[in-house]
Nanobody, 119 residues
Framework: QVQLVESGGGLVQPGGSLRLSCAAS????????MGWYRQAPGKQRELVGE???????NYADSVKGRFTISRDNTKNTVYLQMNSLKPEDTAVYYC?????????????WGQGTQVTVSS
């Protein structure tokens, strides 16, 4: 199992930046993939970006070129750097960790952190 604790959300003006952090309770070396998802009111949770294995990254089209996911294995922490924020980025952001054990995938979630982009 793994516990995840997010931080770094808040209120920011359009065009601004925020960095989210997700601290894991176990070594990130042992985690197959870590990612960030978001859920806006009335919408389904969607993938924002993920980092897999040795460092392969995937992003939603809506955030490509603006958001960057990175991982610091010495701190067991994953970051989401969000630049050029737009009002439509407003959502609760959730950290996800995926473990693979005997071919079975297990997903773990943080408690979520609110990001609000508004003037």
């Amino acid at each position: 199992q793994v516990q995840l604790v997010e931080s770094g959300g808040g209120l920011v003006q359009p065009g601004g930046s925020l960095r989210l952090s997700c601290a894991a309770s176990r070594s990130t070396f042992s985690i197959y993939a870590m990612g960030w998802y978001r859920q806006a009111p009335g919408k389904q949770r969607e993938l924002v970006g993920e980092i897999i294995g040795g460092g392969i990254t995937n992003y939603a089209d809506s955030v490509k070129g603006r958001f960057t996911i990175s991982r610091d294995n010495t701190k067991n922490t994953v970051y989401l750097q969000m630049n050029s924020l737009k009002p439509e980025d407003t959502a609760v952001y959730y950290c996800n960790a995926r473990l693979i054990n005997f071919g079975i995938s297990y997903d773990y979630w943080g408690q979520g952190t609110q990001v609000t982009v508004s003037s």
